[in-house]
């Protein structure tokens, strides 16, 4: 019978292997189960709504060749597409910081470095959300002083 | 970094051991070899390390007579738990190709042969020496839960009745031998052992569902806790660990299910 030998990676040592385990603090409240819950109500909508963006935008009437910005702004002239992309917005940046936090707490393992991610995570769905937000509501095809062939035909009209 | 010591020690079985064949009422054997993770700190180090052990075997034997045999016979410093053998008592969960199974329920016909089996202690607690884990988060879980019947008003005169179909709706969830194997593989719970963790909530289904017990809304009240039922994200891990065939992640769905009823 052989035996052979090799070193491993390190394994934690024990700190105090006699301490008794404790869980650092009871955190109870409803609001995991609310957040599990909205994850799966937004998914079921945005399924809806993303697959009705996608195909209006993309396939209905002249496709895909008929996007530019006289396009959105025919759309976003109804109330009706902009709640949709409202919503839409809304939901999507909702459903995925919630992913994503769902994701920090599940892979980084020091306090220091979830909060730090967290930081980042929770600016970035405000700058989007406020930004995306404003120009649904202000958006204009023809912005002053923007080189001409960039713009849509009709705002040289 | 690597030091790599090889030293043979004399065999006391047969020499070559592979199939040897032989006249009749010879018993078939093969040779396994084990690649064990081993953790000595007294001995050697701070420094988990492999071994490996080449030992002959039949093909009736389970990975438990494989380190039974390198414990008795090669070298006595290997530690491991194990008491009934049998896949009863919950000892000796332990990583086995990667795998949570119990050393005493593995065949070693059912493992590849051609290429060492890797021996593993649990992922996630903390190792104490070689394959033996700490198993105080995984019990701390337990207790938390209250896994004992709690029941409200007088004192029966008799015993606490129960049909056959109200038995029938925790039946899965009895068959638990806590032997950590599903906890343990679990990647929420290697994040920072703070997840309450697949046994705990089987342990509590066990009681929430069992007609005679009065305190599910406790239970539910403690696992509905960030570190509770919230953080399983479904991926089954537990239920194709656990040695008695419990569907773990039914039960914890069940046990999400019974909280949003409970809050809606
Ligand atoms: C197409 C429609 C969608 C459906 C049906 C859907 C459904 C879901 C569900 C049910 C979860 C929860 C998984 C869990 O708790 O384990 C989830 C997680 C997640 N979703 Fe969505 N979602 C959709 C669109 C989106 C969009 C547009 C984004 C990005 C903005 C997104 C980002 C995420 C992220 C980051 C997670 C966390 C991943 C995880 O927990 O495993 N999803 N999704
Ligand atoms: S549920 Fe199964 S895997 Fe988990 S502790 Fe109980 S017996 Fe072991
Ligand atoms: S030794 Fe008891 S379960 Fe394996």
Redesign the pocket.
């Known amino acids: 019978m052989t035996t052979t030998q090799t070193q491993a990676a390190a394994q934690l040592p024990i700190e105090n292997p006699g301490e008794a385990y404790k869980r650092r603090k009871t955190t109870r409240g409803n609001f995991e189960l609310y957040s ?1 819950v909205f ?2 109500a937004s ?2 909508v ?2 809806v709504l ?1 697959f009705v963006h996608l195909f209006v935008n993309l396939v209905a009437g002249e496709g895909i060749t008929a996007i530019d910005f006289g396009f959105v702004a025919g759309k976003w002239a109804s109330p009706f597409w902009q709640v949709i992309d409202l919503v839409m917005l809304w939901l ?1 940046m909702l ?2 910081t919630n ?2 936090r ?2 920090v707490n599940d892979y980084a393992e020091r306090d220091g470095l979830r909060m730090w991610l967290k930081i980042a995570l929770y600016t970035a769905f405000v700058v989007v959300t406020v930004l995306g937000t404003l120009v649904i509501f202000t958006f204009d095809p023809c912005p002053a002083d923007a080189p001409a062939n960039l713009l849509p035909s009709f705002c040289t009209a | 970094m690597s030091t790599l010591m090889e030293n043979t020690t004399s065999s006391p079985g047969p020499e070559t051991g592979a199939e040897t064949g032989g006249g009749m009422g010879e018993i078939p054997s093969f040779d396994v070899t084990l690649r064990i993770r081993r953790y000595s700190p007294e001995t050697h180090g701070d420094e988990a390390y492999w071994q490996e052990f080449t030992v002959t075997a039949y093909g009736t034997d389970r990975l438990l007579d494989a380190l039974h045999k390198v414990k008795w016979d090669v070298d006595g410093s290997l530690t491991f738990r194990r008491s009934c053998a049998h896949g009863v008592c919950g000892s000796d969960a332990m990583r086995i190709n990667g795998r949570n199974r119990l050393a005493c329920k593995v065949l070693l016909k059912d493992l590849n042969p051609d290429k060492p089996i890797l021996v593993e202690p649990l992922k996630g607690l903390p190792v104490k020496k070689d394959l033996v884990v700490d198993m105080e988060p995984f019990f701390a879980s337990y207790r938390e839960i209250m896994p004992f019947l709690i029941t409200g008003g007088n004192e029966p005169t008799r015993e606490r009745l129960q049909s056959a179909e109200q038995r029938e709706r925790f039946d899965d969830t009895t068959k638990c031998i806590l032997c950590a194997a599903c906890t343990s593989s679990c990647p929420v719970f290697w994040t920072d052992g703070q997840y309450f963790g697949p046994a705990a909530i089987v342990n509590a289904h066990r009681f929430i569902f069992d007609s005679r017990d009065d305190g599910a809304a406790q239970r539910l009240e403690i696992l509905n806790d960030k570190e509770g039922v919230w953080r399983c ?2 991926i089954f891990n537990c239920s194709e660990a656990c040695p008695r065939g419990i569907e773990i992640t039914k039960a914890i769905k069940e046990v999400k299910r019974a909280m949003i009823t409970r809050a809606f």
Do not use: D, F
């Open positions: 599990w994850m799966r998914g079921v945005l399924l993303i999507a459903h995925g992913g994503m769902t994701i | 994200r479904t």
